[in-house]
């Protein structure tokens, strides 16, 4: 109760005070404003407003008063633990003094002697301050030291004081900080927001943060807690996006995640949208990171084998088949929960994925503003072809493997049709971009071998060389009706099957070893098999 004293007296402190800098600005007196005109008063600071002129000079001024305010706080508490108005005064006043520093921010230039004035120890021992609200302040001012524009262009203090801040353990300090943070009172949710948003600027600076903050304190634990909530608010659309980026280039942060139960979380979370689409542009953006999430975490083969423990394989049917605006994401998940995983693949197969998965190869996709969109579509387009090569290859025999085949037999050979059509389509963009870079040769702005083949691969010749690894499997199979059907298309369009075994001798030639020399050479011989088979 007598804490709570103290807070209330800092809230109207905050809530009254003019800031004492702005901008640079010096501080001026408040009062009382319903004994005092307004217009009045404001003449009379303008009138006393001067320049601060932000330099060493003032860094140590601004730092000394800081920590003459602490000391001052420190003294109170031990004097008076039982009695917070003998130390409420000096709680105000160390909250002026740290808003203070976030003047600071308008000279970055300035963090190494910060630094060196041996002053961060200080700033972050408050963040386990008894009075959350002296906390929060702290919140405020390392979300305004770090942010993204104020760094910008100032690459080595930036490091200079981000290493600091880790040194002085602000990972652990921020993460336990937030725990104890309320939704329910609104300073303490926008503390929230702005813990997540000082824990992005860190990683911004320095990448390894990422997997600092993971192995040191419980934030993917906190995250996880966030998104399982189902009302929607910004911080749970927050959380969605700093999970995302914590898992986007890290293998150790996505197993460690897996191991606390995250698949089964993050489908939990979009099992929310399985039948609706979400209310808000902000809303549509947390569930887009909610995808991003999950598909991160299907990297790793354990994580694959969990998603189909929980029945991921299903949900993302489910959402298909819903059509809404999950729709492509499903796509893209299952597309990596089945890459290189037969399981996933046999599974799919199995709860009658087929009919889904070949109704958007043929172009049947739900229409919305977002759907229009012709990047869009195309992103579908070589997820579905992709997913459709992930099955090829998952299922080598037995009666899945017939019931895949059979689809490209039904309606007179029509999946075969689109197939060549995209065939086509891939093709000529692959040959207009090697037209284009042989026009930059003569033009003397020759690329190297690798830099042309990765441009080629972004135009869409990756997946043409799925649509012909798709084509290798068909012709393979030694149906008749497929290979007549086959046949016929190559005529018709002029293309020969040389063309096709070229495309698929390419692909075998730039197969890499990053899952060893073993699995490389096993994958080059399945390419073999195809173009022998031509």
């Known amino acids: 109760m007598e804490l709570a004293n103290a807070r209330s007296a800092l809230k109207r402190k905050r ?9 640079g600005t010096a501080a001026t007196a408040t009062t009382d404003a319903s004994s005092v005109d307004l217009s009045l008063l404001e003449a009379v600071e303008k009138s006393q407003t001067t320049v601060e002129v932000l330099d060493l000079k003032t860094l140590k001024r601004l730092v000394l008063a800081f920590e003459r305010r602490l000391r001052d706080n420190i003294e109170a508490r031990l004097k008076y633990p039982d009695q917070p108005d003998k130390f409420a005064d000096s709680e105000i006043e160390l909250h002026e003094e740290i808003q203070r520093l976030k003047t600071l921010a308008g000279g970055p230039e300035l963090y190494p002697d910060l630094v060196n004035l041996n002053v961060i120890p200080s700033i972050l021992g408050l963040l386990s301050h008894d009075n959350s609200d002296i906390a929060v302040d702290v919140v405020g001012l390392l979300q305004d030291l770090t942010d993204e524009d104020v760094l910008e262009d100032n690459d080595e203090p930036a490091r200079v004081l981000v290493d600091a801040l880790i040194e002085n353990n602000v990972l652990e300090l921020l ?8 939704e329910f009172d609104p300073d303490e949710m926008a503390a929230v ?19 600092m903050v993971c192995e040191r304190t419980k934030l993917m634990r906190w995250l996880l807690g966030k998104i399982k909530v189902r009302e929607f608010d910004s911080n749970k659309q927050y959380a969605s996006e700093i999970l995302a980026i914590l898992l986007q280039n890290s293998a150790a942060n ?18 929310m949208y399985k039948s609706r689409d979400p209310k808000t542009a902000d809303e549509e953006e947390m569930v887009e990171n909610l995808f991003d999430c999950l598909c991160c975490l299907l ?8 998603f189909v423990r929980a029945e991921g394989v299903e949900l993302m049917i489910i959402i298909m088949k819903q059509k809404k605006l999950a729709y492509g994401s499903a796509i893209r998940a299952l597309d990596f929960a089945m890459t290189k995983y037969p399981p996933a693949c046999e599974r799919f197969v199995d709860v009658l994925g087929l009919k889904t998965a070949f109704a958007a190869f043929m172009g049947k996709i739900p229409m919305s503003k977002k759907n229009k969109k012709e990047r869009y579509q195309e992103e579908l387009e070589e997820r579905i072809i992709s997913l ?17 085949l059979s689809k490209f037999v039904e309606n007179e050979c029509e999946k075969i049709d689109r197939l060549m059509e995209l065939y086509i389509r891939y093709s000529d963009r692959v040959k207009a971009e090697t037209e284009r870079m042989n026009q930059l040769k003569l033009d003397d702005l020759e690329m190297d071998e ?20 798709i084509l290798g499997h068909l012709w393979s199979s030694e149906n008749p009706r497929m290979q007549a059907r086959i046949e016929l298309l190559l005529n018709q369009q ?28 096993r994958a080059q011989a399945k390419i073999q098999k195809f173009i022998s088979a031509f």
Do not use: C, W
């Open 15 to 23: 809530d009254d005070a003019i800031e004492p800098f702005d901008n």
């Open 175 to 182: 993460v336990q900080n937030l725990t104890r943070l309320s």
């Open 193 to 211: 927001y702005a813990t997540l948003a000082t824990l992005e600027n860190l990683i911004e600076v320095k990448p390894a943060v990422a997997e």
């Open 254 to 271: 996505q197993r460690r995640l897996g191991q606390m139960n995250g698949v089964d979380v993050v489908l939990q979370a979009v099992a």
């Open 299 to 306: 990297m790793p083969l354990e994580n694959k084998e969990r």
């Open 388 to 404: 459709i090569a992930s099955l090829f290859g998952g299922i080598l025999r037995g009666s899945r493997r017939d019931r895949l």
């Open 450 to 469: 690798d830099e042309r083949y990765n441009r080629r691969l972004e135009v869409g010749l990756y997946t043409l060389q799925l649509i012909s690894i």
């Open 494 to 521: 002029r293309i020969t099957k040389e063309d096709i075994k070229d495309i698929l001798q390419e692909y075998h030639d730039n197969i890499g070893d990053v899952d060893g020399q073993e699995e490389k050479e």
